[in-house]
C-alpha cells in the first residue's frame, strides 16, 4: 500500500468515526470519595456541582464542600445539618438549595457563610428560579413557594394537590415565568398558571386530554411536550427551535417546538441524560443513571455506549469548566458523594 493510500484510508476511517458520533475524548483525571459515612443507603447528594472562585463546590451529607478543580483535594467547607441534597442554584457569590431535614439554604460562597435557612419540611424537585428578587421553589410534596432571596421569608406558596382527591405521587416539571405569570406542571398532565406576585391561581390546564394548553412561550411549549409525552426534565435546543428529550424509559426523541411533534429515534434500557455543553457539531455526550456514558449522533440518530464509565451511581449534570476551545474539564458526583474529574476534548 503506498503513501497516498495509506492516507486515503486514514481519512475515511476518521470520517466514520466522527459520523458514527466519537466526535470527542475522554479520559478521567481523578476519582474523589468524600463520603465519611457507613450509611451508604442514604441519597446524600444528587446535585450539579457549580464552579466558584477556582473551586468545585457540592453539598454532600455532612457539609458544602470546596474542591481543588484540578488536583481533587478539598480547600474548604461549610458544615450544614444533613447536608445540601438535590436541584441547587448558584449565582455569582451565592448558592440556594435543600438540606435531607427540608431546610432550604442560602450561602455567600465567598464568605463560606450560611445567610439564612427557611424550614419547608421536603426536598427539592426542580431547580430554584430567581426573579425580581424572589424565588421560585417547587418541593416534591407539589408545593410552590414564593421566598424572599434576601431574607429567606416566604410570601406565598401554592399546594398543588389540593386540586385532587387524595394525594399522588407526581413528578414535578421546573417553574416557567411568562409575563406575569409562573406556570408549572405535574406528571398526571396538569399545568398550574399563578401570579407571581400574589400566588393565586388563575387556570389549570389539562394537556393530557383534548384540552390543549395554547402556549404563549416556547417554553411553556416545550413543558407541554414534556407533560403530554411524560419525558424526563432534561432536554436542550441543539439548534434553532430543535429539541432533543429522553423517556424515564430510555426512548429518545426530537422535536421543533413549531410543530409541536415528537419524533423518536433511539432506544436505551435506561433514561439518557444529555450533556448541552458538550455538543459538538452533530454529537453530544450522555449518561445514564447507572454511569453508562454514550455519544449520541444528531444526524444518524446512533446511540454509541462509550468504553468508560463513570464512578458510583446516580448522577446530576455535571461542571463543566472550558480551558480552550476544544478542551473542556467535566465533573460529575454521584449519589454517594463520589466526585470525579474528566478530560474531556475534541
Same mark, same amino acid.
Not at 16 to 40: C, I, P
Not at 234 to 248: C, P
Given at each position: 500500500?503506498?503513501?497516498?493510500?495509506?492516507? #486515503?484510508?486514514?481519512?475515511?476511517?476518521?470520517?466514520?468515526?466522527?459520523?458514527?458520533?466519537?466526535?470527542?475524548?475522554?479520559?478521567?483525571?481523578?476519582?474523589?470519595?468524600?463520603?465519611?459515612?457507613?450509611?451508604?443507603?442514604?441519597? $446524600?447528594?444528587?446535585?450539579?456541582?457549580?464552579? %466558584?472562585?477556582?473551586?468545585?463546590?457540592?453539598?454532600?451529607?455532612?457539609?458544602?464542600?470546596? $474542591?481543588?478543580?484540578?488536583?481533587?483535594?478539598?480547600?474548604?467547607?461549610?458544615?450544614?445539618?444533613? !447536608?445540601?441534597?438535590?436541584?441547587?442554584?448558584?449565582?455569582?457569590?451565592?448558592?440556594?438549595? *435543600?438540606?435531607l431535614n427540608g431546610h432550604f439554604y442560602s450561602i455567600n460562597l465567598s464568605e463560606k457563610k450560611i445567610l439564612w435557612k427557611t424550614n419547608l419540611k421536603s426536598l427539592l424537585t426542580a431547580k430554584p428560579l430567581l426573579n425580581?428578587?424572589?424565588?421560585? $421553589?417547587?418541593?416534591?410534596?407539589?408545593?410552590?413557594?414564593?421566598?424572599?432571596a434576601s431574607s429567606g421569608e416566604i410570601v406565598w406558596n401554592f399546594q398543588a394537590d389540593s386540586l385532587f382527591s387524595e394525594k399522588t405521587d407526581l413528578l414535578a416539571y421546573k417553574p416557567v415565568l411568562h409575563n406575569s405569570s409562573i406556570y408549572f406542571g405535574l406528571s398526571n398532565g396538569t399545568i398550574y398558571q399563578l401570579n407571581k406576585k400574589s400566588g393565586l391561581l388563575q387556570k389549570s390546564f389539562f394537556v393530557l386530554g383534548k384540552d390543549n394548553l395554547k402556549a404563549p412561550s416556547s417554553e411553556l411549549q416545550l413543558l407541554? #411536550?414534556?407533560?403530554?409525552?411524560?419525558?424526563?426534565?432534561?432536554?436542550?435546543?441543539?439548534?434553532?427551535?430543535?429539541?432533543?428529550?429522553?423517556?424515564?424509559? !430510555?426512548?429518545?426523541?426530537?422535536?421543533?417546538?413549531? *410543530?409541536?411533534?415528537?419524533?423518536?429515534? *433511539?432506544?436505551?434500557?435506561?433514561?439518557?441524560?444529555?450533556?448541552?455543553?458538550?455538543?459538538?457539531? *452533530?454529537? $453530544?455526550?450522555?449518561?445514564?443513571?447507572?454511569?453508562?456514558?454514550?455519544?449520541?449522533?444528531?444526524?444518524? %440518530?446512533?446511540?454509541?455506549?462509550?468504553?468508560q464509565r463513570l464512578t458510583g451511581s446516580t448522577f446530576a449534570q455535571p461542571a463543566i469548566i472550558s480551558f480552550s476551545n476544544k478542551v473542556k474539564r467535566l465533573y460529575f458526583v454521584s449519589q454517594n458523594s463520589v466526585l470525579s474529574s474528566w478530560r474531556f476534548s475534541y
Open positions: 500500500m503506498n503513501l497516498l493510500s495509506k492516507y #486515503i484510508l486514514i481519512l475515511l476511517l476518521s470520517l466514520s468515526y466522527l459520523q458514527a458520533g466519537f466526535a470527542f475524548e475522554l479520559d478521567r483525571r481523578w476519582v474523589r470519595d468524600f463520603n465519611q459515612t457507613t450509611q451508604k443507603n442514604i441519597p $446524600v447528594s444528587i446535585q450539579t456541582p457549580y464552579f %466558584h472562585n477556582e473551586s468545585i463546590v457540592f453539598g454532600d451529607l455532612k457539609a458544602l464542600r470546596f $474542591v481543588h478543580p484540578k488536583w481533587g483535594h478539598q480547600t474548604g467547607q461549610i458544615l450544614i445539618d444533613k !447536608g445540601l441534597s438535590g436541584p441547587n442554584l448558584g449565582i455569582q457569590d451565592y448558592l440556594f438549595g *435543600s438540606s425580581d428578587g424572589l424565588l421560585y $421553589v417547587l418541593t416534591q410534596d407539589q408545593k410552590l413557594y414564593a421566598i424572599q407541554q #411536550i414534556k407533560i403530554q409525552n411524560k419525558l424526563t426534565d432534561n432536554s436542550f435546543e441543539y439548534k434553532k427551535d430543535h429539541f432533543l428529550f429522553s423517556s424515564k424509559e !430510555g426512548q429518545i426523541y426530537n422535536t421543533s417546538i413549531q *410543530s409541536n411533534t415528537l419524533t423518536k429515534t *433511539s432506544k436505551s434500557n435506561l433514561a439518557i441524560y444529555f450533556i448541552p455543553k458538550s455538543l459538538n457539531g *452533530s454529537s $453530544v455526550l450522555g449518561y445514564s443513571l447507572d454511569g453508562k456514558l454514550f455519544t449520541y449522533n444528531l444526524e444518524s %440518530h446512533k446511540l454509541t455506549p462509550v468504553d
